[in-house]
Each structure stands twice: as C-alpha cells, then as structure tokens.
C-alpha cells in the first residue's frame, strides 16, 4: 500500500527499473527519493504516514488497511472552506481515509 500512496501522490513508483530484477535490487538496497523532493507541497504528517507504510521491515508497516485507515486521520487534514471564524482545516472522517 505504501508504494501505491507514493505514487499517487508524486506520479512516479517509487522504484524504477528496466526490469523486475533490477526494481528489486534497488528496493532491496536503496531508499526511494524522498516525497519532499518531488512534492514539496506535501503536508510532514502524510510523507511520515508514507513512509512508514513503505518501512523495509514488515514489522514496521501497518499490519492492516484497518491500521493504516486508523494512521491516516492524524496525518491528513481536509480544508472546510471559508466559513469565518473556525474555518480552517478538519481531522478527516476515518470512514473515507485513503
């Protein structure tokens, strides 16, 4: 799942190659750039949800879509518009996390 987020939000994978050997040996051995470089826009709290959705040991990641619907709330604010005082941004609903 974290590879899939880090496309969508830069629209590149986060591993290229010329072929699956090669994709591997890089995911094996090498980080992926970093989302702040390709999107600088990105709020600190998602690139964190991001990353350790991506953690190279499994231990590290979400174990669950559950888990990670529960990680995303903290991490992701929705703007509500400009409606006066208290608008601003929102914790989103968990029902409709990523």
Do not use: F, W
Not at 12 to 21: C, F, L
Not at 41 to 55: H, Q, T, Y
Not at 77 to 83: F, Q, R, T
Request: glycine fraction near 8%; charge should be negative.
């Amino acid at each position: 799942m974290g590879s899939i987020l880090y496309e969508m939000l830069t629209g590149v994978p986060p591993y290229d190659g010329e072929n699956v050997m090669e994709i591997l040996h890089k995911k094996a051995n090498q980080p992926p750039q970093p989302i702040l470089e390709l999107r600088p826009d990105v709020p600190a709290p998602v690139v964190a949800l991001v990353e350790k959705a991506m953690a190279r040991n499994p231990g590290d990641r979400p174990q669950s879509m559950a888990e990670l619907a529960r990680e995303t709330p903290r991490s992701r604010a929705c703007p509500v518009g400009d409606a006066g005082a208290g608008a601003g941004y929102q914790a989103a609903d968990p029902r409709h996390a990523l």
